[in-house]
């Protein structure tokens, strides 16, 4: 278990909140600015250098650095500078190598040349996302109070306030600090590095983004928190959230696979359903495959997995995904049809299955195009229906799952409420990777708290057969900590911090 993964479990209940997306996510270069010179720490940090470190051995910048890194999904490659007289020096370091994202847990005094240094940052595209720092009856420090950075607020402090606050979030994470113990952090210092990485994660989709774009999305996305909590920062439906709206990206075909425009009508008349033969292949994953490589006249309009979908070819265009020389299906074509792979997997069996979160994503995504392109439950079909080809090869093989697909097309929005409540998860590879739920129930299932049917004795494929419901409680008994002693028998991390 990496360190990182040990942040991640003591941190469960603050993750959770923050609603994030999963999937693959971009290499992140991001600043620590702060007081002192944060300093490495062996398998959880290590800061590259902007300026010369004058002063080292700041704890506080690098359990900014921690804090980040337990929330970002990806990797960071963190720099760092101290103080404010080498700013100039800093953000010219930035804007030559792509560094979009500073985090300024730290104040100091305000000065035309700083302001002017802020001010050319955001026009470039960069963002500065800095702790509000004041204590009541206090305006809000410099530099989150100037227009050109993000100011951020902490929820457990009602003393941090101000007009110039665009987002608050959660203080008192758990970071690790340099002797080897865990202890929480606290403060606007600590809020920061978490709107820092959620605006990390915020510029990885839209990368087109500048400051006032992010804090235009904090703001209609982060909910009003419960009671002692002004807000509380969440993402919506949309991002990440796989019974709602699917997690939109986009990552173009190469020209070469696929055909601008539609010849005949030009209209979309018919959605074509069919799966990516892979094993474990993401939408991301074949989303750059198709963008990287000459495959031959193949493509499709849209990948779908477990968490996500990527546009490859423009609705507009013509993408080759149900050519063929005979067909069983008289009007249907590649040019009035748009293409959607479904991302599959295979079981201990070896045979292929489309998970019940990608089936998800499926009907929500499938749903949306019969409402843009004004076509019914008839206008939907296999890939199999238009020539014939076994795909999607498990609704071929199993004609009731197809069914059971376009059924879902046209219930009601209360009936799917109500069909979420009966989701059940036949394996621990159905359970949606979001919010740690997947991690979390391997993780009882290593300590032997659950136990499957005995089918994969060796690792964790046994069927277990759990409710939505279900998973959801002992993810929450779970971070209560009452598995700790069966976890702690079999050498495992508690989830609750000693
Ligand atoms: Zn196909």
Redesign the pocket.
Known sequence: MGEYDTLRTKNADKLAKLNLPGGDFPLLKAVVWDAKYPRNIDGLVSFTPIVAPTVIDDAHGTYCAEVMQTIYPGEIEFYAFAGSSKLEQAIDFCIENGIRLINASMHFIKSDVAEAQLKRYAEWGGIICCAAGNNEGQAVNYPASSPYTLAVSATNYEDNDGEEIDVTADSYWVVKYSNGMYDSFNGTSCSTPVVSACVGIIQAFRPEWYLNDVIDFLDTNSVDGEEEYERIFSFPDGFGKVEDEVNIKQRLCDPRNYRKGRRGSGKVEYIVI??DGNDGATDEGNGNYFANNDTGDTSAHRFIDEDSMTISVPDDCCAF??GATTYKHPYCRNDNSIGIEMCSDKDANGNYIITEATVSNTVEATKELMGEYGLGLDAVLR?FDVTG?N??APWVTNKSLWDDFKARLVETEIESEDDEEMVRYAKLADIPDQWGFRDTIEILMNAGVINGDGSDASGNDDVIDLSHDQVRSLIFEYRGGAFDRALIAKGLDPAVNE
């Open positions: 069919h799966y995904h149900c890939h080809k795909c999607p």
